[in-house]
C-alpha cells in the first residue's frame, strides 16, 4: 500500500488507534524521527467543523504526530469523540465547563499531563483556529533542538502582547522540572468560588500573560535574551496575514469553509460562524 493509501486508512480510523501507550498508526517507525517526538492539545468547547479541519491538517501533512483534543464540557460530546476516534487522536471531556479563561488553562495543563504519560519531547498547544494548512512540524522541531529553548512562540505587535497563547511549543521535561505550571494551577484555583468566567479585566491577567509567567520559569538558566525563542512561522503580529494558517483575526468563516471544501469535508461557511461576527451578504 503506497502513502496515500496508508493516510486514507489512518483517516478512516481503520488503521489509527490507541493500544495503551502506542499510536497504532500503521507507519510504525518508519513515521519521521521529528513527528514521532511531537504531541499537540486542542482545547476547545463543542466547534466540531474546527477541530475536524485540525484532525484533518494533521492527517494530511503530519500523519505521526500525536494529538489530544479537550473539550470543555460543550454538549457535543459524542461528536467529537467519534470524529477523534475515527483520526486516532486521543479525546478528553470534563463534566464541568470551566469557560473561556479557565478552560484554556487547564488545556495547558491536561495536554502536559498527557505529553509526560505519552512520553511527548515537545507539546504544541494550539487555539482550534489557529489552522496550519501547509507542513510545520520539521523547521519547529529544528528550532528547538538548536536553540535548546524550553518555549517557542512569539510576540505581537497590534495588540501589544509580549507572549501569545493562540500556538505556544513546550519542551515536556523543562517546563514539568520547573514547575511552570504551576501559574495556571493557582489562578484557577483563587478563582474558583467566582461563577462565569475569569474577570480578566479586574485580575489584569490574560491567559498569555500568565502562560507566559510560566515560560519564564521554564526558561531556568537557558540564555536567551526574552523568555522564549521566537517562532518565526507565527509571524509578530495576530492581525497579519501569515503564509500557510489560517487563523480567525486574519480570516473569516468562509475561508475556513473552502479549505474544508479543498480537503473534501462536508462543511458550510455557517458552522464556522462565531456568536460575534457576521458575514455580509
Not at 120 to 145: D, E, H, M, N, T
Not at 149 to 163: D, E, Y
Request: charge should be positive; aromatic fraction near 10%; hydrophobic fraction near 40%.
Amino acid at each position: 500500500m503506497d502513502g496515500a493509501g496508508l493516510r486514507q486508512k489512518i483517516a478512516t480510523g481503520r488503521c489509527a488507534k490507541w493500544n495503551g501507550d502506542v499510536l497504532k498508526t500503521g507507519f510504525g517507525n518508519t513515521a519521521p524521527h521529528h513527528e514521532r517526538v511531537v504531541g499537540v492539545v486542542i482545547g476547545t468547547y463543542g466547534a466540531v467543523p474546527y477541530i475536524h479541519l485540525q484532525l484533518e491538517s494533521l492527517r494530511r501533512f503530519h500523519p505521526g504526530v500525536r494529538c489530544l483534543v479537550v473539550d470543555d464540557g460543550s454538549p457535543q460530546r459524542e461528536e467529537l469523540e467519534k470524529l477523534c476516534d475515527q483520526y486516532g487522536a486521543e479525546f478528553l471531556w470534563r463534566k464541568k465547563r470551566m469557560n473561556h479563561a479557565r478552560g484554556d488553562m487547564q488545556a495547558f495543563m491536561e495536554g502536559h499531563a498527557w505529553a509526560e504519560r505519552r512520553g511527548i519531547a515537545l507539546l504544541v498547544k494550539f487555539s482550534r483556529r489557529w489552522l496550519p494548512i501547509a507542513p510545520w512540524v520539521g523547521p519547529a522541531v529544528w528550532l528547538w533542538q538548536t536553540s535548546k529553548a524550553p518555549t517557542l512562540c512569539n510576540t505581537c505587535s497590534c495588540h501589544g502582547f509580549g507572549f501569545r497563547s493562540e500556538c505556544v511549543a513546550m519542551d515536556v521535561d523543562a517546563w514539568a522540572k520547573a514547575d511552570a505550571l504551576k501559574v495556571l494551577r493557582d489562578h484557577i484555583e483563587a478563582s474558583a468560588h467566582q461563577p462565569g468566567d475569569l474577570d480578566v479585566g479586574k485580575s489584569g491577567m490574560l491567559v498569555e500573560h500568565l502562560v507566559h509567567i510560566g515560560a519564564f520559569h521554564a526558561k531556568g538558566s537557558w540564555p536567551g535574551p526574552l523568555n522564549f525563542e521566537p517562532w518565526p512561522w507565527m509571524g509578530k503580529s495576530r492581525c497579519a496575514p501569515i503564509p500557510g494558517v489560517i487563523w480567525h483575526e486574519t480570516h473569516r468563516a468562509p475561508a475556513y469553509a473552502y479549505q474544508a471544501a479543498v480537503w473534501g469535508l462536508n462543511r458550510m461557511v455557517s458552522e464556522f460562524i462565531s456568536p460575534h461576527e457576521s458575514i455580509p451578504q
